[in-house]
């Protein structure tokens, strides 16, 4: 009697369920022992109710077609979601304000040119980078000053108090941000400079506009500046309100910056004048661009800060998009008991999306510039 | 409508500057082309835009309307949407033209910002809306309600004094925005809502059931909104006074938007007179004779703006009551063209 030898190895099994895949991941992290399973239960079932409330509004009660606020209401009473007509209605006006009909075109050049422009130059991998960021900070806005504005090349001016929603939005936050990190960098560089006026005057500005909150500045802009200014004399109010967030968010970018430049180590700069390169190129070739690397985290936050203080251009007239929606409340035609939660759901998504985008793309871009400095 | 302590001591602060410049103003805005008009940022039936983004309601047809009598074309109208605190700088600077934001004519603001009211275009006041089946008729039966309002505001004030005086007893429920007011009302945390009247109309509509409640008749305090000019420059107030007088005195006298033309050929001196077939009340005023016309014509008579923004028709609702005409038993009364 010979004993049994297997000849061929056995086949692979996958490991029973119990020690791998999703079942014992459930296991081990949502159900390890009882307190942990009492907390799984009872948070699905919070979030069972949050989301389910959210998309019972959005979705399954919302009211999806209609020419009116009435068809938003049901005379019953009963449980009513979404008045989402009201946002198909005012679409236009959302993204454009009061820009006329005829002139849209203009804000739709506008917006595809910036995507067509930031997409690439977003992307690493993709040639041309000098030439793309060039275009995008030199051309382009002076190409959106004039297709915007207009007055000139046959182009019917529009005035700037017509223009409103997601491109007033846009104009700020875009602004704000382009402005605000270089200003911010001389600044900081100029608050640790050794040269006592650079120092003096940076410090100043900055602990000037940090002291300061967002509303003054932009309530002084629109309420005391044009009492100081002679009779007949006019800033435009939205160049004021862009001129005071562009300051304001520089003088934070400036506190952001000097974070980094303080991290940077003495060896650094000592070992750049050891090469024998001049200020400018110490600053810019070896500490700026660990410095900047190191505080992405802070810039984005800042960029992402300034994004949703647009919001409060409200308070000097202009629309931007969470202000037009709310003038559209006032619409006796869409009054309804549900169409301002509808508008600001809407709104919410858009900030939402925008704000989101930018912080996923800053954490690419951490990931990117890792150079394994990262603890 | 009455958070107004900072701009009027901001005001007074400019007011003397402020009212010494500007003479004229009617020269600089035909030299413009177009009349810059102050509205609110959104008030349902009074300022707010429509689904193209065309700011319609009562107070910006004020502006319209004398758009017309000065260029013979409502629509040369340039819309500045400003906040409560901003509208009476924004007019003493000259960035507007007229303010026409449902600005309530008080002492204070006429006497002391430089400014001048140049009439009324809606009589508001404060009221009470109640459900339906409470059963309660009149304010006089809300003892030991509780009453929903905005803090801060002088509704506050309003209710404590009238509740008061009445010998009533009340709870207020206050609350910073009017959304949180309505609702507290709608969810039952109070029996009563009260704000101006023609906020409780608009208000009423984002109720999950409106045709549940209902305003009571009382009104407990005065509100006359109105369109305000600078002071200084006669000329263009007196402009702006006659555009609202001529659009009451066209519904007096019966002559609407449609019938206009026909109406040019009536035999009533006080119609001639209006329409500009007789006299030269236009060009003592500083514009053209067909001044009316065009304001009736192209705007409406008050009746037509007041039924076409906020009347019974609207989703608002609002009956005339006391803005209806002298003759009809309400205030809105003008001195004849003569």
Known sequence: ?375 | MKKIVLSTALGAAVAVAASTAGAATLDDIKAKGHVQCGVSQGLPGFSNTDDKGNWTGIDVDVCRAVAAAVFGDASKVKYTPLSAKERFTALQSGEIDILSRNTTWTMTRDTTLGLNFAGVNYYDGQGFMVRKDLGVKSALELGGAKVCTNTGTTTELNVADYFRANKLTYEIVAFEKADEVVQAYDTGRCDVYTTDASGLYAQRLKLAKPGDHMVLPEIISKEPLGPVVRQGDDQWFNLVKWTLFAMINAEELGVTSANIDDMKKSTNPAIKRLVGVEGNFGQNLGVSNEWAYNIVKQVGNYGEIFDANVGPKTPLGISRGVNALWSKGGLQYAPPVR
């Open chain 1, 1 to 375: 009697m010979s004993g049994y030898v297997r000849e061929t190895e056995a086949p692979e099994l996958p490991a029973p369920a119990f020690v791998k895949g999703p079942v014992h991941w459930i296991r081990e992290n949502l159900f390890p022992n009882w307190w942990n399973s009492i907390l799984t239960l009872v948070s699905l079932y919070i979030g069972y109710l949050l989301f389910s409330s959210v998309i019972d509004f959005a979705l399954i009660s919302a009211v999806f077609t209609g020419d009116s606020g009435k068809s938003c209401i049901r005379e019953s009473g009963g449980h009513v979601g979404a008045c989402w007509p009201f946002i198909w209605a005012k679409f236009d006006q959302f993204i454009y304000g009061r820009y006329p009909l005829a002139e849209r075109w203009r804000v739709d050049v506008v917006y595809l040119v910036g995507m067509a422009a930031l997409i690439p130059a977003l992307m690493p991998a993709l040639p041309f980078k000098k030439w793309n960021v060039l275009f995008l900070l030199i051309v382009y806005p002076v190409m959106t000053f004039f297709l915007l504005v207009g007055g000139s090349f046959g182009l019917e001016p529009v005035e700037t108090s017509l223009w409103g929603g997601l491109l007033v939005t846009l104009v700020v936050a875009v602004t704000g941000i382009v402005a605000s990190l270089p200003i911010g960098i001389i600044l900081a560089l100029g608050r640790r400079s050794s040269m006592p006026t650079a120092r003096f005057v940076s410090i100043i500005f900055i602990e000037f506009w940090r002291g300061v909150p967002l509303i003054t500045v932009l309530f002084m802009s629109s309420v005391m500046f044009p009492l100081l200014l002679p009779e007949g004399v006019n800033f435009d109010k939205l160049l004021r309100a862009l001129v005071g967030v562009a300051l304001f968010s520089a003088a934070y970018m400036a506190e952001v910056v000097r974070g980094g430049l303080q991290a940077i180590p003495r060896g650094q700069y000592e070992g750049a004048q050891a090469l024998g390169l001049s200020y400018w190129k110490m600053m810019g070739l070896i500490v700026l661009p660990q410095a900047l690397k190191l505080v992405i985290p802070g810039i984005v936050n800042t960029f992402i800060g300034l994004f949703k203080d647009t919001t409060l251009v409200m308070i000097i007239g202009l629309f931007d998009l969470l202000g037009i929606v709310q003038l559209n409340f006032t619409d006796p035609k869409w009054i309804s008991p549900v169409t301002s939660h509808t508008g600001y759901l809407f709104a919410a998504a858009i900030f939402w999306m925008f704000c989101f985008s930018m912080s996923r793309y800053s954490i690419y871009m951490e990931n990117r510039l890792h150079t394994g400095h990262k603890r």
